[in-house]
């Protein structure tokens, strides 16, 4: 449907998909992956090396507002349109 998909919290020991399978299978045609407030990027890919051809996004995965962390993550797409963003992921 034309959709993106950027696994979450691929850092975390459970409900993610590094966690469940162990690895990414590349014929996801992903380029993104998300990991959580608490997670250095750059120390994941430290120790998972094969995550080193992802690009990442971070978020708070908050369930409540004042979990709501600072922005660390930003986009710049061609411009504000829907396929312009989705377009952004797909790179």
């Not at 996801?28 to 998300?34: R, S, T």
């Not at 997670?39 to 430290?46: F, R």
């Amino acid at each position: 449907m034309g959709g993106i998909v950027i696994p979450a919290h691929i850092d975390r020991s459970s409900y993610s998909l590094l966690s469940n399978l162990g690895v990414i299978p590349a014929n996801l045609g992903i380029h993104f992956l998300e990991c959580s407030a608490h997670c250095d990027p750059a120390s994941l890919i430290q120790s998972n090396k094969e995550l080193s051809s992802y690009r990442f996004i971070q978020s708070s995965d908050a369930h409540h507002l004042w979990d709501i962390m600072e922005k660390v993550s930003w986009i710049e797409p061609g411009s504000l349109t829907v396929s312009d963003i989705l377009e952004y992921f797909r790179e």
